[in-house]
């Protein structure tokens, strides 16, 4: 072990002394010696140990743990350290910005345990709420993380749509139109995604060739039909590669796996004698309606196809914001603006969701305040009609399942939204019985981001979801699909079994800022996966229709 692994040692350690928030002058003398090791000319492995301590800077404690790492590899209170540090918090040391003193107030004042949740934080404008964090900060650190995140390999749908017209542009330019197409995962609007996959109908070689660049990315495989490169920012690009028709490489690089072996083994001969490059041809040669290549994804498809397929909900059957924060909690817009929006992008409605008391992190509503916003309401409701404002509520969940009001608070709102934002490592049963209890509340109507995951951050809790589609059910309560894009929760593969079940379901930006509207773009796109339509979709409803809603379920 050289000097400069031994003072990676004492440096790591004092930066979680400071995480953790424990002894200063223990964190300022181990920073210290990290520092003194790296300059020193002469090489410790090869001092003699009972030297070590006489050096300068080095007292006979830190010389001790020299000892140890040489003799061992490890550090035992590094290694204590650790193991009592989530593997996020140590991660955060990566992101430019943040200290380890602002680490310690991110993990042990505001909870946050991962990259993920931090930068959802800082996109939910909570950061500033902190001490130590003003806007700025909050905004350098959104930077670094999103610049951290894409250089780890791994993109988020919306991510990469900021991306692919460029590369896309650039690869038609460099070869035609009609011998590039996007295909594989993107094309099937995965939610996540680690390689961007393009058919272009050329040799490798003439690809290879216009690679040829100043700055070349990577090539990292080569074969016959495929060449695989890597970015600057890490990430693949695949390209299936050679002669051939178009429709055929493109349906067989779109669908998935198990969709693609279903279709060959139920109709081997169709992809022979294709006669245009038009994959509606296929289809046809099937006796099968076009599936759309983001159902591409199970053999389910194919089976439910042939008696036709229902038109799937699309951007434009959105008609209304549910589930938004305004300045009154951790929103960055006042209710006039958010309301204006709305109004210039034609919705009809708005359910205003700010944040309930127990999340003091997000300024959530006491409810002396919830009195004034809701007069507020009022008043604009009077000058904006017909445009209305909905008065609602983000109700946590608490631990026990209970919602964070008494009776004669909740029943104040048009409609409550009940989420679970705390004590998230729990167990299946305890996350089941927590969610069941909260929807069973006859003042939930819409119960929100079900799992609590983060995309490529976090895991959501552990659920029984078809215990608790069932509930919702059972209660009459609509099920969110959360369209943040770094949450797009419920999963879309769990909504097929709630359409069966009848659960409506509701396409919800959770906006915290009027950029944030746009969100429901990728809430369409993921809803479109699991097969929902607009009738399904409570935010497709028109202002008569969620009137309707609003009074299907009576509270005695």
């Not at 080095?58 to 209170?77: C, H, R």
């Not at 995965?190 to 690679?211: G, Q, R």
């Given at each position: 072990m050289d000097n400069a692994q031994i003072a990676e040692h004492f440096s790591?350690?004092?930066?979680?002394?400071?995480?953790?928030?424990?002894?200063?002058?223990?964190?300022?003398?181990?920073g210290a010696a990290a520092f003194t090791i790296e300059k020193l000319p002469q090489h410790l492995a090869s001092t003699p140990r009972e030297k070590i301590a006489g050096i300068k800077g080095i007292g006979s404690s830190v010389a001790g743990k020299i000892g140890e790492l040489l003799d061992t590899g490890k550090l035992t209170i590094l290694h204590d350290y650790l193991v009592s540090t989530p593997p996020g918090v140590v991660e955060m040391l990566n992101i430019k910005g943040i200290g380890p003193k602002k680490i310690h107030i991110i993990w042990k004042e505001m909870g946050l345990e991962s990259i993920g949740e931090l930068l959802y934080a800082c996109e939910e404008n909570r950061l500033t709420r902190y001490k130590g964090f003003g806007e700025k900060t909050q905004q350098n650190v959104?930077?670094?993380?999103?610049?951290?995140?894409?250089?780890?390999?791994?993109?988020?749908y919306a991510e990469l749509e900021v991306l692919f017209p460029q590369i896309d542009q650039y690869l038609k330019k460099q070869f035609g139109e009609e011998k590039v197409s996007v295909t594989g995962r993107y094309r099937r609007q995965e939610l996540t995604i680690e390689e961007l996959e393009f058919v272009i109908l050329e040799t490798n070689e003439t690809i290879k060739k216009a690679f040829r660049t100043a700055q070349p990315p990577e090539l990292l495989e080569e074969k016959e039909d495929r060449l695989l490169y890597q970015l600057k920012n890490n990430l693949k690009l695949r390209f299936y590669t050679g002669e051939g028709l178009m429709a055929k490489r493109l349906f067989e690089t779109t669908g998935s796996e198990t969709f693609l072996e279903a279709f060959h083994h139920s109709y081997p001969e169709v992809l022979k004698g294709l006669t245009t490059g038009d994959e509606h041809e296929i289809f046809q040669k099937a006796g099968l309606p076009f599936i759309p290549p983001f159902l591409r994804e199970d053999a389910a498809i194919i089976r439910k196809s042939a008696t036709g397929l229902p038109r799937v909900i699309q951007t434009e059957d959105i008609?209304?914001?549910?589930?938004?924060?305004?300045?009154?909690?951790?929103?960055?817009?006042?209710?006039?603006?958010?309301a204006a929006e709305c109004i210039r992008r034609g919705w009809e409605y708005m359910v205003l969701s700010d944040h309930s008391q127990s999340a003091a992190y997000a300024n959530g509503l006491k409810p002396d305040r919830i009195l004034e916003q809701h007069r507020q309401v009022d008043t604009l409701n009077q000058s904006l009609a017909p445009f209305r404002i909905y008065k609602s509520i983000e109700s946590d969940?608490?631990?026990?399942?209970?919602?964070?009001?008494?009776?004669?608070?909740?029943?104040?709102?048009?409609?409550?939204?009940?989420?679970?934002?705390?004590?998230?490592?729990?167990q299946e049963d305890k996350a089941n019985a927590r969610l069941i209890k909260a929807i069973e509340n006859p003042y939930t109507r819409i119960l929100g981001h079900m799992t609590g995951r983060l995309l490529l951050s976090r895991n959501g809790y552990p659920l029984d979801h078809k215990k608790i589609i069932d509930a919702c059910a059972a209660n009459q309560v609509v099920i969110e699909l959360n369209a943040h894009p770094r949450r797009l929760d419920i999963d879309w593969k769990w909504i097929p079994y709630a359409l069966d079940k009848n659960v409506l379901l509701s396409i919800n930006?959770?906006?915290?800022?009027?950029?944030?509207?746009?969100?429901?773009?990728?809430?369409?796109?993921?809803?479109?996966?699991?097969?929902?339509?607009?009738s399904r979709n409570l935010s497709s409803f028109t202002l008569s229709e969620f009137e309707k809603f609003l009074h299907s379920k009576r509270i005695s």
């Amino acid at each position: 072990m050289d000097n400069a692994q031994i003072a990676e040692h004492f440096s790591l350690l004092s930066k979680l002394i400071d995480i953790h928030g424990d002894d200063g002058f223990r964190s300022r003398s181990y920073g210290a010696a990290a520092f003194t090791i790296e300059k020193l000319p002469q090489h410790l492995a090869s001092t003699p140990r009972e030297k070590i301590a006489g050096i300068k800077g080095i007292g006979s404690s830190v010389a001790g743990k020299i000892g140890e790492l040489l003799d061992t590899g490890k550090l035992t209170i590094l290694h204590d350290y650790l193991v009592s540090t989530p593997p996020g918090v140590v991660e955060m040391l990566n992101i430019k910005g943040i200290g380890p003193k602002k680490i310690h107030i991110i993990w042990k004042e505001m909870g946050l345990e991962s990259i993920g949740e931090l930068l959802y934080a800082c996109e939910e404008n909570r950061l500033t709420r902190y001490k130590g964090f003003g806007e700025k900060t909050q905004q350098n650190v959104t930077e670094s993380i999103r610049f951290y995140l894409q250089n780890q390999g791994h993109f988020l749908y919306a991510e990469l749509e900021v991306l692919f017209p460029q590369i896309d542009q650039y690869l038609k330019k460099q070869f035609g139109e009609e011998k590039v197409s996007v295909t594989g995962r993107y094309r099937r609007q995965e939610l996540t995604i680690e390689e961007l996959e393009f058919v272009i109908l050329e040799t490798n070689e003439t690809i290879k060739k216009a690679f040829r660049t100043a700055q070349p990315p990577e090539l990292l495989e080569e074969k016959e039909d495929r060449l695989l490169y890597q970015l600057k920012n890490n990430l693949k690009l695949r390209f299936y590669t050679g002669e051939g028709l178009m429709a055929k490489r493109l349906f067989e690089t779109t669908g998935s796996e198990t969709f693609l072996e279903a279709f060959h083994h139920s109709y081997p001969e169709v992809l022979k004698g294709l006669t245009t490059g038009d994959e509606h041809e296929i289809f046809q040669k099937a006796g099968l309606p076009f599936i759309p290549p983001f159902l591409r994804e199970d053999a389910a498809i194919i089976r439910k196809s042939a008696t036709g397929l229902p038109r799937v909900i699309q951007t434009e059957d959105i008609r209304a914001l549910i589930h938004c924060h305004s300045n009154w909690s951790d929103g960055s817009n006042t209710l006039e603006d958010m309301a204006a929006e709305c109004i210039r992008r034609g919705w009809e409605y708005m359910v205003l969701s700010d944040h309930s008391q127990s999340a003091a992190y997000a300024n959530g509503l006491k409810p002396d305040r919830i009195l004034e916003q809701h007069r507020q309401v009022d008043t604009l409701n009077q000058s904006l009609a017909p445009f209305r404002i909905y008065k609602s509520i983000e109700s946590d969940i608490l631990g026990d399942g209970s919602l964070d009001y008494p009776e004669e608070i909740l029943r104040r709102f048009d409609l409550v939204i009940a989420s679970v934002h705390s004590n998230l490592g729990m167990q299946e049963d305890k996350a089941n019985a927590r969610l069941i209890k909260a929807i069973e509340n006859p003042y939930t109507r819409i119960l929100g981001h079900m799992t609590g995951r983060l995309l490529l951050s976090r895991n959501g809790y552990p659920l029984d979801h078809k215990k608790i589609i069932d509930a919702c059910a059972a209660n009459q309560v609509v099920i969110e699909l959360n369209a943040h894009p770094r949450r797009l929760d419920i999963d879309w593969k769990w909504i097929p079994y709630a359409l069966d079940k009848n659960v409506l379901l509701s396409i919800n930006p959770d906006a915290h800022a009027l950029d944030g509207y746009e969100d429901v773009k990728y809430g369409v796109l993921a809803a479109q996966k699991g097969g929902l339509t607009a009738s399904r979709n409570l935010s497709s409803f028109t202002l008569s229709e969620f009137e309707k809603f609003l009074h299907s379920k009576r509270i005695s």
